[in-house]
């Protein structure tokens, strides 16, 4: 994952774009906060005046009154103003958690396969979930709070400073220490907020993985140790929240004691200015009453900055997704696709996974292969020689490296993807099926079409148990809902790439996990419905290879033939391999050079 080093204030610049709508709301939560500081600051001014008034021997006994009446009216001010900011800032916060969790979820959607081979499913639970929660709190609160007790504090003592500069300056000096401890905590609580929430992101992925995992670690009897890396992670986040907690607490110790022992010498020396007559029992009245004001404030910096430096790990966190750029670029001016014929034509196409070494051969080698309009073309080869790689490509998932993908003579990427997506449907070899319905599971790609496309693609796919589970076609399948059989999944998988009713049809080995009676019914359907639909269909058993009007063997990264089933059976050694291996279960999917040897 990368991760680069920004400021606090960059990172949190970063936020401007989405907060700026909130921004005359957030203001006005920020007077108001303030205002209620400064009614807080107020009152002991008023003390003051009020105990040098009380004291006088030929005192005003209405004078007294009239400042009791306005520290109340100062007090209830102050409540009111407390009640406005929080009124002002909850909605608009959450709006924006809203917005940049929307944001991140639809870029997430944008980015190719590529990227979430390399992104932790828990780092973006994580940075989805907490982090966006975190940065809410602070923009509501945190934000907010920090700049209100740094004025608080700063008026303060000010105001401490002119009652008395003598001991006001107590104050001061005694705050060089805190601002100095108060750098070294920066530095030190960013390290461990940043790996406290890397942490939680991997340990949500491990959850993910072995929850997703569960019936192959429990039938490996793989449970003990699952749990064993589990508890070792979860103690490695325990000690990184052990060492934050220290980090605070040290900065929260230091910032409140030194303070206290500013407050006793202070109470020493004022007591004897007063003594002196240099100073009034008012004015020390109120230079105390002032002092325990800003104490508050000050007793909060360590946990404000605390939440400050969280937020900007959680902004950074947020960005780093947010900057992964897809390489998948869509055209500046797409080719509008009004009709296409369905031809399909890979010109020497080339293709390498980003992470695999620069050196050696491309996993694509200069693909030559052209399907003519509503052909069905199977394509065949070892296992591992590339062939659901390559299907891949058609569906635009990931990029050519060299060469080019053409339909109907346009290369794909001039396409917009949406459109390429919608004329090519595809039945991955690991179904994926959502938590819906059996219905909204088959008909994700079909558009308008409803029940009669429903209909067709289940019959097509032999998928007819689905009118007998509990609520019929309506019965909620996937993670959440009802558990279907492998064979029973790739049926539902099949039906899905059918109803879409596509231009180019790509399917991966679709009929693997059949068992052979209902493989030959569908086969026999398929062929009907493939008839004008261009098809590129992986094909593990010489039965699914009898469906297509040509084959194509890819070997070494390249078609090394193509031609009709009997053909190739004929003239080609590779594949006479091939189709032999693939029908006898001992040596599937090995290594001809491996066998033959
Ligand atoms: N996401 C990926 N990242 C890196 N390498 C991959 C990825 N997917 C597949 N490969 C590698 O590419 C090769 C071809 O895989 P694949 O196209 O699935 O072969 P086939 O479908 O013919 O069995 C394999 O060696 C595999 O390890
Ligand atoms: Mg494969």
Known sequence: MPQQQTSLTESIGRLYPHAKPILPRLARGLVCALGASLMALAIPQVLGALVNETLKVDGDGGAVWAAVAVVLVLGALEAVFIALRRQFVIRPATTVENQMRVSLYRHVQDMTVAFHDRWGSGQLLSRAMTDLNLIRRWLAFGMIMLVVVALTILIG??????????????FLVASVPIVLYGFRFRTHYRIVSRLSQDQTGDLATT???????????????????????????????????????????????????????????????????VADGQLTIGALVSFFATAAVVAAPVESLGPLMAMTLTAKTAIDRHFEVMDETSSITEPEHPRPVKHLSGAVEFDNVHFKFPDTPAAGMDLLNGVGLTLKPGETMALVGITGSGKSTLLQLVARLHDVTGGSIRFDGTDLRQFSTSDIRSHVAVAFEDTTLFSSSVRDNVLLGAG????????????????????????????????????????????????????????????????????????????????????????????????????????????HGAINAVGPHAQLLATNEHYRYIITSLDDEETAGQDPDEVLS
């Open 157 to 170: 003592i000010t105001l401490m400073l002119i009652t008395s500069w003598r001991l006001g300056l107590i």
């Open 207 to 273: 959850v993910e993985e072995s929850v997703h995992g569960i019936r192959v670690l429990k039938a490996f009897g793989r449970g003990r140790q699952a749990l064993d890396s589990f508890t070792e992670q979860a103690e490695e986040l325990r000690a990184t929240e052990i060492r934050k907690a220290r980090s605070l607490a040290t900065v929260s110790l230091i910032v409140s004691m030194i303070p206290e022992l500013a407050l006793g010498l202070a109470l020493v020396v004022g007591v004897l200015s």
């Open 448 to 555: 308008e079409q409803g029940d009669e496309a429903l209909a067709e693609a289940l019959d097509v796919a032999q998928a007819h148990f689905a009118y007998e589970l509990p609520d019929g076609v309506d019965t909620l399948i996937g993670e959440e809902g009802l558990s279907l059989s492998g064979g029973q999944r790739q049926r539902i998988a099949l039906a899905r790439a059918i109803a879409a009713k596509p231009k180019v049809l790509v399917l991966d080995d679709p009929l693997s996990a059949l068992d052979v009676g209902t493989e030959e019914l569908v086969t026999e359907r398929l062929r009907q419905v493939l008839e004008g639909t261009t098809t590129l269909i992986v094909a593990h058993r010489s039965s699914t290879v009898a469906l297509a009007d040509r084959v194509a063997v890819l070997q």
